[in-house]
């Protein structure tokens, strides 16, 4: 069966004094409508040329991206990104921001459409009341509001957000967490988001795909979230599941849950994970392990 949105095999290779060096290689996955997929693993290894070799934003080296079993090679509106640092003009209101993506996105529409549009989605994330107001005149915290309202309002198949809670404090990330989580249970679109937060992964995701480190970084583990959403925050400190994943998912990372397949061509791709005081250790496996914790 053909994925909604699907990367495969994907390869991205940059020129370097020893030679061409692949950072990602043999990165497959698939999304379908409606899924929330989380991308953790640890920092260089290859997580955010995955989205952008997704949002069409860079040309992969070796395999490519397919929408509904059709190839895709460039960025088009069936896609949006939602970057770590507020992309946003500065002299523009709100309203004109979110507005002017639209004009890209939804042509269709007549200059009051795209503003009733913008005005809508500033709405869902709580920011209608400054709609007018210049993007100079707003906190750090509602630029970001402003960017996801902006990626919302685009309507894509496929949403990407690149860490985009990462330069926020503690009480607005949960409130962008939260509108996040209300957005999905109203959409049938997929999305895919780099953390390094795993509370935050195994809070928002329906799975969870946990990269090797590079070079020739790939799949390494996939946990599926056993808990549906929308979920209690306190369920984070107090479900013994998703305890029992947050764990399982943190001892990964750090290199002491040990052996780990992934998936690969045909030789079988490489986990390399660290070990206290020791040098990196690679291992080939050929089969690729899909876990649920129970």
Known sequence: ?????????????????QGLTFVVRHFSLCFEPG??????????????TVLSILAGLQAPTEGGIYRRGVPVRRADRTRAMVFQSPSLFPWMTAEQ??????????????????????????????LEEVAGKRIGELSMGMRQRVNVARAFAMEPELLLLDEPFGMLDSITR??????LLEHWGQSACAGLMVTHDIEEAVYLADRIVVMTDGPEATVGKIFRNPSPRPKDRRQLGEDPVLLALRQEIFELLEGSAGS???????????????SSGRPLVKRKWSQRVETTVK
Do not use: D
């Open 1 to 17: 069966m053909k994925g909604f949105w699907e990367a495969r095999e994907l390869g991205k290779a940059f020129w370097t004094p």
């Open 35 to 48: 899924e929330f997929v989380c991308l953790v693993g640890h920092s260089g290894c290859g997580k955010s």
């Open 97 to 126: 921001n979110v507005a002017l993506a639209l004009e890209g996105t939804h042509p269709e529409l007549s200059g009051k459409e795209r503003r009733e549009k913008a005005r809508f989605y500033l709405g869902k994330v709580g």
């Open 174 to 179: 949960s409130e962008l967490q939260e509108v």
């Open 260 to 274: 780990l397949r992934s998936v690969s061509g045909a030789e079988g791709a490489q986990w390399i994970f660290r």
